[in-house]
């Protein structure tokens, strides 16, 4: 398999190829491909698997050159160590194939950007939910509050931009308020939304330093945004997380999975208990989840109490919660979700 690909000019093509090569003798040597540079283009040969990280490390390298951060070789060889062991879904492996592959991955926990730190599977569903993160372009994720829904999500999302498996991230919830009328919101756009996206950036927070968030926002490697600002826009190479699913509309929910482009995946999270809008039946994941449960490339999972992960109270209060609920919309029912 021969891929090419385009390198920059001036200063950033440096960058990329290293002083004398350098960098690119390194990729040579560590994953056994031919890659040669000719007028401005980078063509690499091999097997297909070494062929494809060596773009993706190439691609890295590009990234952060083009932001005059160029990759120092601790960083590329911590980069090539990366994607050699990232989850593939398309060449057997010794000891289980792809799947016992992705099986140990998660074992070992998601390496994140915050050093020493991996994030990892608490329970038996919530390593079913990375599981079905890895393996398809679409997971619906239902679930109580305290079941990593949100957490987990964004460590996939994290884990995968380190590895280069995505080139960015955009993080949704919609802009509907929990049952109280909050008025008008001071200060500009970002003020004004700052407050619904606050769980993400949490969540973003524990697995990257402040200043490391900072420069991928500003280089639109990550993006948090209010799902109604998804309209008419088309995501290749990103992974788009989408929180608090429970209250989009159906009419929003189909146009938020009809920004899915080449090469992304999507992720969508929800508590079909806690429906802020006006007619719980109009709530978007539900209706998709009814609508999507047999496509194939979509994943459903469904957590429950067992897999609450906070305070241990938080487990006896949405028992206590579901206990005494009658006709309240709940989770997906296991005749719902094939995949759960």
């Not at 957490?151 to 995968?160: G, I, P, Q």
């Not at 700052?194 to 697995?207: G, I």
């Amino acid at each position: 398999m021969d891929i090419t690909l385009e390198l920059p000019v001036g200063g950033p093509r440096v960058g990329v190829t290293g002083p004398e090569e350098r960098n690119l003798k390194i990729i040579r040597e560590t994953l056994g491909v031919h890659i040669t540079a000719r007028k401005g283009v980078l063509t690499i040969g091999g097997d297909d698997q070494v062929v494809g990280q060596a773009a993706r490390i190439l691609e890295r390298l590009t990234d952060a050159a083009m932001r005059d951060e160029p990759m120092s070789r601790k960083q590329l060889v911590d980069a090539i160590a990366a994607v050699s062991s990232m989850p593939h879904t398309g060449t057997a492996v010794a000891g289980g194939g792809a799947a016992g592959q992705l099986a140990n991955d998660l074992a070992r926990g998601l390496d994140v950007y915050l050093p020493d730190k991996r994030v990892k599977a608490m329970t038996d569903g919530q390593r079913h939910y990375l599981e079905a993160i890895f393996e398809n372009d679409l997971t619906f994720c239902s679930g109580p509050a305290g079941t990593g829904k949100t957490y987990l999500a964004v460590a996939a999302a994290v884990s995968m931009l380190k590895r280069g498996q995505v080139r960015k991230l955009v993080l949704v919830r919609p802009a509907v308020e929990a049952g109280e009328k909050l008025g008008f919101l001071p200060g500009d756009l970002q003020d004004k939304v700052n407050p619904y996206l606050r769980p993400l950036l949490d969540a973003l927070h524990d697995m990257m330093e402040f200043d490391h968030i900072q420069r991928f926002m500003a280089c639109d490697l990550i993006e948090i945004v209010p799902l109604a600002f998804m309209r008419g826009r088309t995501l290749n190479d990103a992974l788009i997380i989408l929180d608090e699913a429970q209250n989009t509309t159906k009419r929003q929910m189909l146009m938020f999975l009809t920004r899915l482009g080449m090469g992304g995946k999507m992720i969508v999270t929800g508590d079909t208990s806690q429906i802020d809008l006006e007619d719980p039946r109009d709530s978007g994941l539900i209706d998709a989840v009814r609508r999507l449960r047999r496509v194939r490339g979509v994943g459903m999972v469904t957590l429950d109490g067992m897999d609450i992960v906070r305070h241990n109270l938080v487990q006896r209060i949405v028992k206590a919660y579901e206990n005494s609920q009658t006709g309240a919309s709940g989770g997906f029912g296991a005749g719902d979700t094939p995949n759960s």
